[in-house]
């Protein structure tokens, strides 16, 4: 019913720059908050950045100022501008949605297939 699709991984230079997106469709009455997860190899999911339908948004401590989240709500999709990368932001990135499906009353978590993001010289 729901689906998030991401997009713009790749392999990345230290200092380099990345964008990822990712596109809710499917039966969507309403997406709260959107936000970016990572998992590296090894370690436990973790949280990146989020913003919420008012437009808030909250980051990790280890990307602040560095990353920066937005959305178009017209086109159910979010973003991350990664800037001035590590090679410790090297993870699979998740994208993860708070949806009300069209005729439901309750709302649910999806999540993305994750996109790669490796920087290494």
């Known amino acids: 019913q729901v689906q998030l699709v991401e997009s713009g991984g790749g392999l990345v230079q230290p200092g380099g720059s990345l964008r990822l997106s990712c596109a809710a469709s499917?039966?969507?009455?309403?997406?709260?908050?959107m936000g970016w997860y990572r998992q590296a190899p090894g370690k436990e999911r973790e949280f990146v950045a989020n913003?919420?339908?008012?437009?808030?948004?909250n980051y990790a401590d280890s990307v602040k100022g560095r990353f920066t989240i937005s959305r178009d709500n017209a086109k159910n999709t979010m973003y991350l501008q990664m800037n001035s990368l590590k090679p410790e932001d090297t993870a699979v990135y998740y994208c993860?949605?708070?949806?009300?499906?069209?005729?439901?009353?309750?709302?649910?978590?999806?999540w993305g297939q994750g996109t790669q993001v490796i920087v290494s010289s």
């Open positions: 499917g039966s969507i009455f309403s997406i709260s908050a």
């Open positions: 993860n949605a708070i949806i009300m499906i069209q005729s439901g009353h309750n709302w649910y978590p999806y």
């Open positions: 913003v919420i339908s008012s437009g808030t948004t």
